[in-house]
């Protein structure tokens, strides 16, 4: 079946670095995207979002890039921070027939561990 | 204002004990999803409602599962018979309209022991 996977399960930063954290989707018809964020013990955060009729949208701090011939997703997160350490999972909402389905199909995550 | 919030916080059961599993969404949002996330893993779709359509419940495991929304608003899980497999934190999520970012809330820690 189509999933959401990610190429990393690790990734370790120090503060102030930039981190990029990959996500490959296999269904084409998916046509939003989000990033999340999950602290220890807490449901996941919202970080940013983007339709498939666009290829970067940059909020603070963080841009995410969508490379639909390749089926690539990435979220980018400038001058990392200690608060950042936490595991990000990206998710995909796909379409059929024009119409959106809300279910999101999630990654399994990637654990971002940023050192002061 | 108010996030998404679920009650209990955390649930400890005996086998074969039914639970109820409590969401109040953000007020305003049509839609609501409920997903299901086992130590160290993703997070997997159970149901969800927007407005008063039919629920789509393609991501419930098993017939022990079900899930109401009264008024458009509060929602409630049940699960009945629970298996030690159920264990798990259920996450509620809503948001503005279907297809759109979802918000969640912290999570329902069932232990069936």
């Known amino acids: 079946g189509e999933s959401v996977g990610l190429h990393l399960p690790t990734l370790s930063v120090q503060e102030g670095d930039n981190s990029i954290i990959n996500c490959a989707y296999s269904?084409?018809?998916?046509?939003?995207f989000i990033w999340y964020k999950q602290e220890s013990g807490k449901g996941p955060q919202f970080i940013i979002d983007?339709?498939?009729?666009?290829d970067k949208r940059q909020g603070q701090r963080v841009t995410v890039l969508l490379n639909k011939t390749v089926k690539h997703l990435s979220l980018q997160i400038a001058a990392t921070q200690p608060g950042d350490s936490a595991v990000y999972f990206c998710?995909?909402?796909?379409?059929?027939?024009?119409?959106?389905?809300?279910?999101?199909?999630f990654g399994q995550g990637t654990i971002l561990t940023v050192h002061p | 204002g108010a996030g998404v919030s679920q009650s209990p916080s955390n649930k400890v059961t005996e086998k074969g004990k039914d639970v109820e599993l409590r969401c109040d969404p953000i007020?305003?949002?049509?839609?609501l999803y409920w997903y299901r996330q086992s130590l160290g893993q993703g997070l997997e779709f159970l149901i969800y409602?927007?407005?008063?359509?039919?629920?789509?419940k393609s991501g419930l495991p098993s017939d022990r599962f079900s899930a109401e929304r009264t008024g458009g608003s509060v929602s409630t899980l049940t699960i009945q018979r629970t298996q030690q497999e159920d264990s798990a934190v259920y996450l509620c999520?809503?948001?503005?309209?279907?297809?759109?970012?979802?918000?969640f809330g912290p999570g329902t820690r069932l232990t069936v022991t």
């Open positions: 999520a809503s948001s503005p309209r279907m297809g759109s970012e979802q918000y």
């Open positions: 269904n084409s018809a998916s046509d939003y």
């Open positions: 983007i339709r498939s009729n666009m």
């Open positions: 998710a995909e909402n796909f379409a059929a027939g024009g119409t959106s389905y809300g279910k999101l199909t």
């Open positions: 007020s305003g949002h049509t839609a």
């Open positions: 409602f927007q407005g008063n359509s039919a629920p789509d």
